[in-house]
């Protein structure tokens, strides 16, 4: 059974930083890419940033040049390091661990969110 657990959501003022962690835990040989969403009150669940296994990383528009995905490949953990923040940013964040690889097959998994409010 593999798990998504994400952390490090919470209350930041704008213009504020904060880091998001997100750590595949089980039987696990490999991840092919790791993938944040966002989904704000009312609002569709959106791409956020994406990387591959070999670093590969895409951006939404919204968040080019103030956040930044990086990944631990020996951990199974993913970051998002937003900067800059804005109240437009206010969602709740969810991690997608997509093609893990493991005893059973391959699995697309999904954690359970951490929310980020940006308010003053």
């Known amino acids: 059974q593999v798990q998504v657990v994400e952390s490090g959501g919470g209350l930041v003022q704008p213009g504020g930083s904060l880091r998001l962690s997100c750590a595949a835990s089980?039987?696990?040989?490999?991840?092919?890419?790791m993938v944040w969403y966002r989904q704000a009150p009312g609002k569709q669940r959106d791409l956020v940033a994406r990387?591959?296994?070999?670093?590969?990383?895409n951006y939404a528009d919204s968040v080019k040049g103030r956040f930044t995905i990086s990944r631990d490949n020996a951990k199974n953990t993913v970051y998002l390091q937003m900067n800059s923040l804005k109240p437009e940013d206010t969602a709740v964040y969810y991690c997608?661990?997509?093609?893990?690889?493991?005893?059973?097959?391959?699995?697309?998994?999904w954690g359970q969110g951490t929310l980020v409010t940006v308010s003053s």
């Open positions: 089980g039987s696990i040989f490999s991840i092919d890419a």
């Open positions: 997608n661990a997509v093609g893990v690889h493991t005893p059973n097959g391959p699995l697309d998994v």
């Open positions: 990387i591959s296994g070999g670093g590969r990383t």
